[in-house]
T-cell receptor, first 114, second 116 residues
Framework: DAKTTQPTSMDCAEGRAANLPCNHS???????VYWYRQIHSQGPQYIIH???NNETNEMASLIITEDRKSSTLILPHATLRDTAVYYC???????????????FGQGTILTVHP | EAGVTQFPSHSVIEKGQTVTLRCDPI?????LYWYRRVMGKEIKFLLH????????ESGMPNNRFLAERTGGTYSTLKVQPAELEDSGVYFC??????????????FGQGTRLTVV
């Protein structure tokens, strides 16, 4: 079972920042937080991941709380093409028994409006 | 650089027939994963190869499913005989390093399987 909890759906206006929350209160010290998204009919697309520090790349920013029990994915300037299902996934690090497999939950359906 | 490629993109077969799905991972990626999404459900892990060896096949639903990765390159997933409940989208993903788990997995576009 997924170890994360996300809102079922969210809306965002085009050009505004989209902030997608995720709760992972049972995360272990050796587990990373990953974000993927799935645009209709495509395969899941990697966005970003982090352990405990905030991370930023060309797609998004990831803010992880100090206790690591929750995180927020930020799309700074959402576009219509960002409409997708966003998955927050806790993934075990090296040495664990899950060998890097991803456990998907229901995700958050983000709809970006004009 | 080519991404993860899956063949075919769509397959429609009759119940009881056999279907073989193929996945070509990104060149040099040791890890290859199979996932699937059946109607209305979440994306579920099926199995994981490290090179040619099956590292974890705990997600394989039953013995009608057989996955191989000959030579540690491409992989096939055979369903024999196919049942109606096997319909769904089958995804393949690959990632680079066995040791460094904090590397991202790249997914293919999936194969949509319809069993009628």
């Amino acid at each position: 079972d997924a170890k994360t909890t996300q809102p079922t759906s969210m809306d965002c206006a085009e050009g505004r920042a989209a902030n997608l929350p995720c709760n992972h209160s049972t995360i272990s010290g050796n587990e990373y937080v990953y974000w993927y998204r799935q645009i209709h009919s495509q395969g899941p697309q990697y966005i970003i991941h982090g352990l405990k520090n905030n991370e930023t790349n060309e797609m998004a920013s990831l803010i992880i709380t100090e206790d690591r029990k929750s995180s927020t994915l930020i799309l700074p300037h959402a576009t219509l093409r960002d409409t997708a299902v966003y998955y927050c996934i806790v993934r075990e690090n090296a040495g664990g028994t899950s060998y890097g497999k991803l456990t998907f939950g229901q995700g958050t359906i983000l709809t970006v409006h004009p | 650089e080519a991404g993860v490629t899956q063949f075919p993109s769509h397959s429609v077969i009759e119940k009881g027939q056999t279907v073989t799905l193929r996945c070509d991972p990104i060149s040099g990626h040791d890890n290859l994963y199979w996932y699937r999404r059946v109607m209305g459900k979440e994306i579920k892990f099926l199995l994981h190869f490290v090179k040619e060896s099956k590292q974890d096949e705990s997600g394989m639903p039953n013995n009608r499913f057989l996955a191989e990765r000959t030579g540690g390159t491409y992989s096939t997933l055979k369903v024999q005989p196919a049942e109606l409940e096997d319909s769904g989208v089958y995804f393949c993903a690959s990632s680079q390093d066995f040791v460094q788990w904090n590397t991202e997995a790249f997914f293919g576009q999936g194969t949509r399987l319809t069993v009628v």
